[in-house]
């Protein structure tokens, strides 16, 4: 049996021996490949992630060799039928083949998912247990040997907060199992390597409580509120506030303290991460590459114009897919048929765009972003245009492109869109931040 590895170095293994798999470039496009496990990826979506914007003029003959070397290395004895095969041609793109039993990262969420479901139904032991085999499964730093690849970055960067995601809910249900007290040295050293992460300060304070340490829960609290002061200027997340209220009430510890404001978490290349809070009021948003819609991926090709929605319904959100995708759309490596009911810290996949939902703890590095404007450079730049710039969107608005109209592009970060659909966004990030009426 072939065995695929994400989580830490990229590997396969075939009956516990190790395949080799070629050089650097041969092994990124393998991790693309089971990124985007059982989806078509379009040759050019390879090309962006293993070179960027520095792809040879021969870039596309280089994947066609890089996929020929792989098939071999996966498949030295391939069956006679191509359908039948591991790693498949399908038009202008290929798919691999892959389930939970064949790549640690399926199995990472679907055993993770497994958790937090038990753990919603009231399993704690069994919560627990599935979600400590789930991270069992990390062998260290994903993607570790193509780290440096330009589509690995923002890649692990999701995987890394889905990770840590994973690590509060198996707390949690450790916690609701009774293990307050053997918690207790875990969690100081999870808040000391992620100090800025308040879930883990919750938990944290939450053991001690549990553990009869009221003073040294209230100490978290008072830690918390001169930390995030010192190192972003701001309070502790109504979240955070509302536990302490109860420790301080000696009252009983219950889920709703942890319910927040739900939000996507949008990585991008670069390190970049873009907030976007979740209205029930605006319910049904709707995601895709027009510049219209409530959640605009308009640089992503792979995804389509009118790709999905959500919606907001028995206090959650749900994902909506209709079928009008082209690529479909996936939660935690499954497809999504029609809805899927979101849980937290589930990864959402749009064509090439990675999103993670959370239902609370905001970052508190952000402000409260007002719905369908990502909290970026984008917000801070519009409100500072200067009179030229604002009559050059007057003009725009108008329905004229004025001489010297490059200088909007580069203030509402829209460059590397399509010269067709700059007009749209820019139009559209301007009215929703108020530059312009209209």
Do not use: C
């Not at 989580?7 to 092994?27: F, I, N, S, T």
């Not at 749900?318 to 048929?337: H, I, K």
């Amino acid at each position: 049996m072939l065995r695929f590895s994400l989580l830490g170095p990229v590997e396969a293994h075939r009956d516990g021996v190790r395949v080799p798999l070629g050089g650097p470039k041969q092994r990124a496009v393998l991790a693309v490949l089971l990124l985007n496990a059982n989806r078509t990826v379009q040759v050019s979506q390879i090309v962006d992630g293993v070179w960027g914007e520095r792809a040879p003029e021969r870039a596309v003959n280089a994947v066609q060799v890089y996929v020929s070397g792989l098939r071999r290395a996966l498949e030295p004895h391939p069956p006679a039928a191509a359908d039948d095969r591991l790693l498949i041609t399908n038009g202008t793109g290929y798919v691999l083949r892959a389930d939970e039993r064949s790549l640690d990262l399926l199995e990472f969420l679907a055993a993770a998912a497994e958790g937090r479901r038990a753990l919603d139904q009231g399993r704690a032991v069994d919560a627990a247990d599935r979600l400590r085999h789930a991270l069992g499964l990390w062998r260290g730093r994903p993607l570790a040997d193509v780290a440096d690849e330009p589509f690995a970055e923002a890649e692990a960067a999701a995987l890394e907060e889905t990770r840590l995601a994973t690590i509060e809910a198996r707390a949690s249900a450790d916690l609701a199992a009774g293990r307050d007290a053997e918690l207790v040295a875990e969690l100081r050293t999870l808040v000391a390597e992620h100090p800025l992460r308040e879930r883990f300060r919750g938990l944290l304070a939450e053991a001690l409580y549990r553990a009869g340490r009221q003073a040294d829960a209230l100490e978290v609290f008072r830690d918390a509120r001169a930390v995030l002061a010192d190192e972003l200027g701001v309070d502790p997340s109504p979240e955070l506030r509302a536990l302490e209220q109860t420790i301080l009430n000696q009252g009983e510890l219950g889920r709703a303290h942890r319910d927040g404001r739900p939000f996507l978490l949008l990585h991008e290349a670069g390190g970049t991460q873009r907030v976007i809070a979740l209205d029930p009021t605006r319910s049904p948003l709707t995601i895709g590459r027009r510049p219209a819609n409530d959640i605009s991926l308009s640089w992503d090709a792979e995804v389509s114009r009118e790709h999905a929605r959500l919606e907001h319904r028995d206090g959650g959100w749900e994902l909506v897919d209709d079928g009008v995708s082209r690529n479909g759309t996936y939660v935690d490596g499954e497809r999504v048929r029609q809805r899927h009911r979101l849980q937290d810290a589930q990864i959402l996949r749009l064509g090439r765009t990675v999103l993670i939902y959370r239902t609370s703890g905001e970052p508190a590095s952000r402000p409260d972003p007002e719905y369908g404007v990502t909290v970026d450079a984008q917000a801070r730049a519009a409100v500072a245009l200067s009179a030229r710039e604002h009559d050059l969107l007057a003009g725009l608005a108008a329905g004229r492109r004025d001489p010297g109209v490059e200088a909007l592009w580069r203030r509402f970060a829209v460059e590397d869109l399509p010269d067709a659909e700059r007009d749209g966004m820019v139009l559209r990030l301007a009215r929703r931040l108020g530059v312009l009426d209209g």
